[in-house]
Nanobody, 128 residues
Framework: EVQLVESGGGLVQAGGSLRLSCAASGFTFGDYAIGWFRQAPGKEREGVSV????????DYADSVKGRFTISGDNAKHTVYLQMNSLKPEDTAVYYC?????????????????????WGQGTQVTVSS
């Protein structure tokens, strides 16, 4: 059974930093991508960042480029999202998700519907 467990959320002042972790277990497939998404109250879920396990290719939403960094530790089956220079508009529930690559086409985008497995989410609140 695939499980994704997020941790590291919390309350921080604007300009501060947080590091989110996504611990994955139960993976029995080859190539996959781990993405971070967020959803603020009354808004749609949006893609934040993604990393592909095989080649390490990453991508970021324009709103977080230069402030957030995604990384992975394959030995620990964990993906991290380092968030710096946080802004009040970064406040949301952050989810990690896994997209399994079936061997054809591109994978590792920031479209939520492309992802197969989801964690339970962790709250990030940035105060002004």
């Amino acid at each position: 059974e695939v499980q994704l467990v997020e941790s590291g959320g919390g309350l921080v002042q604007a300009g501060g930093s947080l590091r989110l972790s996504c611990a994955a277990s139960g993976f029995t497939f080859g190539d996959y991508a781990i993405g971070w998404f967020r959803q603020a109250p009354g808004k749609e879920r949006e893609g934040v960042s993604v990393i592909r396990n095989g080649d390490g290719i990453t991508d970021y939403a324009d709103s977080v480029k230069g402030r957030f960094t995604i990384s992975g530790d394959n030995a620990k089956h964990t993906v991290y999202l380092q968030m710096n220079s946080l802004k009040p508009e970064d406040t949301a529930v952050y989810y990690c998700a896994a997209q399994v690559h079936d061997g054809s086409g591109w994978y590792g985008g920031l479209v939520a519907n492309d992802y197969d497995y989801w964690g339970q989410g962790t709250q990030v609140t940035v105060s002004s």
